[in-house]
């Protein structure tokens, strides 16, 4: 069982590739923690006065967490490109446009909770490029299905530092010890439970999702008796979802009508989490992983969690 970070990115078929990768996440993650925790003295809270490409208003930590997490990357030297949803486009790093892996990632996941002190995430991906090394990184690079992801997960930013991966050989949790500051695994082997006593969703939405998905959680409550929890940063309800089981949903709905949670950052890294982690994870009718971007900020509907929970409510 790997002890740190270090030996859990040796695992897998590109571990020499990986470990620097997923040290880089490790770095970036401990110095957005450190910005997140002063960012109140540095009038760092609230919006940055400009909107991302989703049209949301960035938070002036989602900027600061997108360029320190780009400068982990690059530092590397194993990443020749990075999609980021708060950039527009492809971000190519210029010094390294022969290297093999690009990283797709979601910097700062759920910043409305942080004017409210509430849990926040990063959440990542890493794929191997498909275009020649000679070439320039190219967005087709970014457009790959789940099942070529080679690593994925997520830091979590509560009451410790987190951060959760999987290198496609089972999932492991590891710990900021601020004794030794450095990750140290805290949660071998996170297998989630077959069924879980939670569900998780946005419910105010209920009476503008799609495809019937109202009248399948009132029939799923009632069959099940399932508790409800939602924090509203995605990386806090699917670690939940994961030690806990239950379900997490976000239905498309009549404004959102593909699905507001993004594909390439959200989407398909957590579901290959869930997967790894013995759970399911779809779209409506089709596994998460399965499905083959078309954009790099395209947008789908989820549903992650337990087997018996996800199949009770998708039937
Ligand atoms: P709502 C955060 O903005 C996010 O992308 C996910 O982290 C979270 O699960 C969802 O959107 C929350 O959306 O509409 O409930 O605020």
Redesign the pocket.
Known sequence: MPSTMNNIAKQGDHGSAMMPVIQGVGRAAIEIAAVLRGAVFRGALGGAGSENIQG?QQQVLDVLSDEIFLEEMRSTGFICAVGSEEQEELLVIEEYTDADYLVLV?PL????NLDVDGPV?TIFSIVKRKTANSERPHVSDTLQSGREVIAAGYVLYGPSLMLVCSVGEGVHGYTFNPANARFELSHPDMRIPEMGGYYS??E??KKKWADGMGDKLIAMKEETGLGMR??????A?MHRTILKGGV?L?PADDKNTTG???LLY?AIPMAFVMEQAGGKAMSKDIAILDIQPEALHQRVPVYLGSNTNVDALLG
Do not use: H, T, W
């Not at 996941?109 to 409305?112: F, I, K, N, W």
């Open positions: 949301e979601d996941d759920g910043s409305s995430g969703v946005n105010s939405n939602y924090v509203g940063a995605m990386v309800d997490f976000y507001k949670l993004r959200e």
